[in-house]
């Protein structure tokens, strides 16, 4: 059975520029969450996707956007990037909404 | 509000020491579910456990084992004769089932040395 996988793992950019991050989710899980973790904190819920409809959303401004496509992965795209946007940004996949979610290893971005 | 305490940044401990791991949380709700989480320096997130709040039979799996107690709003994680391995930032976190999603809300985090 496969993990969750996310791609890149590391990623510098910018200030004002846009990224686009990926996640492919565990065979058999549909519902996909996003999380943004900065430096000694602990994981911060951006939202979720459930059947490629967004389920619920953080405290995050408009320019977090998200997809999910048919086979269940999903991106993640933040456009005009701030210095505070640099992170650690954690996909994780379930088999509903409610059910447990497994992380991938994480994408880390660094905004300069 | 809904919210997860874990009062204990750091922990140092010796190996083959027992360690507990606290965890406070905040909830409205009255159907939500609680996770312990492990992060090595890799940065994976690992699933350790999930509870609802309904059950609050104590848990074991070969050395952690969980007490959670709904009168005190705890779910603390304890780790019999802890090994290097252990070593991690260990989260605990909750979900509510009334947010319909699944959300996860983090602790800080307990940052745990285990030394030689």
């Known amino acids: 059975e496969t993990g969750v996988t996310q791609s890149p793992t590391h990623l510098i950019k910018t200030r004002g520029q846009q990224v686009t991050l990926r996640c492919s989710s565990q065979?058999?899980?549909?519902?996909v969450s996003w999380y943004q973790q900065a430096l000694g904190q602990g994981p911060q819920f951006i939202f979720q996707y459930y059947r490629e409809e967004e389920n619920g959303r953080g405290n995050f401004p408009p320019r977090f956007s998200g997809l999910q496509f048919p086979n269940y992965s999903s991106e993640l795209n933040v456009n005009a990037l701030e210095l505070d946007d640099s992170a650690l940004y954690l996909c994780?996949?379930?088999?509903?909404?409610?059910?447990?979610?497994?992380f991938g290893p994480g994408t880390r971005l660094l905004v300069l | 509000a809904q919210k997860v305490t874990q009062a204990q940044t750091e922990i140092s401990v010796v190996e083959k020491e027992d360690v507990t791991l606290d965890c406070v949380y905040e909830?409205?709700?009255?159907?939500?579910?609680l996770f312990w989480y492990k992060q090595p320096p890799s940065g994976e997130l690992v699933f350790l456990i999930r509870?609802?709040?309904?059950?609050?039979q104590n848990e074991i799996s070969g050395r952690y084992s969980w007490n959670f107690q709904k009168s005190t709003s705890s779910f603390n994680f304890t780790i019999t004769a802890s090994q290097v391995v252990d070593s991690a930032v260990y989260f605990c976190a909750l979900s509510e089932a009334q947010s319909n999603t699944g959300k996860l809300i983090f602790g800080q985090g307990t940052t745990l040395q285990v030394k030689p």
């Open positions: 994780a996949s379930s088999s509903s909404m409610m059910e447990t979610q497994y």
């Open positions: 509870r609802n709040s309904f059950d609050e």
């Open positions: 065979s058999g899980h549909n519902t």
């Open positions: 909830t409205r709700d009255t159907t939500y579910y």
